[in-house]
């Protein structure tokens, strides 16, 4: 385990139809696809959501990869790459159906599950797919689907925080690498530190894997 200091800093604007900072900062990504990748390699990310790994990777000469379930954000984020064709809609759990060519680095943050929790944001709320246990069980389905389309010793690098709501603590970071650790072989554990931390949120955890 070691840590980093990073800047939290935005440097692209959220979508109009966002309210918050729902997305890790680009200096996160750009130093990991400094780490792991070279000019020309291919970078995915399977929750693609605003595009931040994807828009770092082409800024970088890396050729972008994504997928995105939410329909308004795979729309915002492929009409702002030059790459957009590379830019999937549809669940992750699909992305073996999507004729990607093998990747060499992979890096996302899948969305978080509190414990008690009924909305499962993997099956978007679907009730007939409610709850903890079944969350961790479709990140472990995903996961499986991301090896086959990963290079051999290929790296995987995965934000995640635990949570905490009311007296109920989550502790996601342990639960999600214990899921994705039945597809990949974790080599490392980063504890992020802000280096101009938002109130509230002064750290994060990133988890790297092998293929």
């Not at 007296?167 to 639960?175: A, C, K, M, Y």
């Amino acid at each position: 385990m070691s840590t980093l200091i990073i800047p939290w800093k935005l440097e692209r604007p959220l979508p109009p139809f966002e309210g918050g900072d729902i997305r890790y900062p680009e200096g996160l990504v750009r130093h990991f696809i400094k780490t792991h990748t070279k000019t020309g390699d291919r970078v995915f990310d399977p929750f693609a959501g605003h595009g931040t790994t994807l828009f770092v990777a082409e800024d970088m000469r890396r050729i972008p990869y994504g997928m995105e379930a939410d329909e308004q954000r795979h729309a915002w984020a492929a009409g702002q790459l030059d790459h957009w064709q590379n830019m999937r809609l549809g669940d992750s759990a699909a992305m073996g159906r999507m004729n990607f060519p093998k990747m060499d680095f992979c890096m996302t943050s899948p969305p978080f599950m509190p414990k008690r929790d009924k909305w499962n944001p993997l099956y978007a709320g679907n009730p007939k797919f409610a709850g903890y246990d079944r969350y961790l069980t479709r990140l472990e389905t995903i996961f499986t689907c991301l090896k086959p389309i990963m290079k051999r010793g290929a790296k995987l690098v995965v934000q995640v925080d635990n949570l905490t709501r009311g007296n109920v603590f989550t502790p996601l970071v342990r639960d999600m690498g214990t899921a994705i650790s039945q597809s990949f072989t974790q080599i490392d554990e980063h504890i992020i530190l802000w280096k101009t931390p938002r109130p509230g949120y002064d750290h994060t955890t990133c988890l790297v894997f092998t293929a």
